[in-house]
């Protein structure tokens, strides 16, 4: 199954084992099979690649028909480990399978390792990177990009009804032991630092704060008109523009409920959901059952017209919905950083985003965007009328936020950060 060269003495000092067990940073942009995570691991390995390390990526095999192999960037690779059925399971059905994936890890590198660093991405590459910490003795670098206690807390908070208790009490737990094994954790805002510190008792000299990037050169400002144009949306709309996964947890019915308020007094307000594999043969169930949650609600609040849920959009043609909208919107009850955020600041277009997480550092209230109080309709209907009134303001956010992008937020300085921490480790 795995015949390759892999015990070359070659850049052996640059060798890095990087571990994403649920997100395939090669997936489809938009499901459930891909997110933040996702577009995270595959910018970074690129750039680091740039740097001069090999990084091979493992994640789970969830498609027969991908490649148990396949380049990213020059001299790195993605590699897909068997583990459970080779198609889409839930993250947080995964755990029976961590010790079926670990081994086929052991027997892709024929139980020698020839890495100098595991670097592991949530609590599922975390454990599986931390296993291999334990047999090899080598340094383990760690992000979690959410974390459990946090997201049990806000499900409690907004009384989300959940059968996953199990499911969390056996990632804290994961959660705990990834903490203590691990030589550094790398958090995208300084809320999780923080959150590290007073759930988990996390040394904050242990946690080193670097945000996310984004790729100017992939997400910039196209024209409004051609961009509705080719998408076929109408130029008299006003437009709110949602991005990102169909789940609870991304405050898309406090969206629908905004746009029944907005109804008052912008009359052409319309809103497009882009995300979620709701459509064709293949649909996924949970983003099925979300798709059909959010449908009823915005009948329920007599704006069913109005919101059009485009479903998952191809990474290349995203930009072209960045740029046709009016407002980015998001909207989110729970974000540990924000993505989306920083793709719409390079696309050059007003956000509204939540006071939540990761969001209260990645948009600078009043500088860079507006915020507003999570699941507060009324909130969020006020700021985007700000914006809608005043093209002064508008033009004000969409100025400061492209330079904040430009100054802190680029693929190459993350990327160099990263490249002086596995220095520092070697």
Known sequence: MYCLDFMSNKNEQNRVAMFSIHADPLAAIGSRESGGQNVYIRNLVINLDKHGWRVDVFTRFDDSKKKTVAKIGKNSRVIRLKGGKPAYIPKGQLNPHFPEIYKNFLKFINFQNPYKIFHGHHYDGG????????EFNKPLIVNFHSLGRVRFQTQRLYAVASNEQKIFEERFTMEQKIIKGASLIISLADTEKRDLNLLYGTP???VAVLPGGVDIREFMPLSKNKARETLRLSKEDFILLFVGRLEWRKGVGTLISTVRLLKE????VKALIVGGKIFGLKKNKDDWNEYQRLLKKAEEENVGDSIHFVGRVDQGRLPLFYSAA?????PSYYEPFGLVALEGMASQIPIVASRKGGLRFTIKDGQSGLLFEPRNPLDLKEKVLQIYRSQELAAFL??????DVLENYSWKYIAEKINDIYKSFI
Not at 398 to 403: D, L, M, P, R, S
């Open 265 to 268: 007094n912008i009359l052409n």
């Open 204 to 206: 904050l000299e242990k």
């Open 398 to 403: 969409v100025k400061n936020a492209y330079q």
């Open 127 to 134: 454990w599986i990177a931390l296993q291999a910490h334990k």
């Open 326 to 330: 009016d407002i980015l919107v998001v």
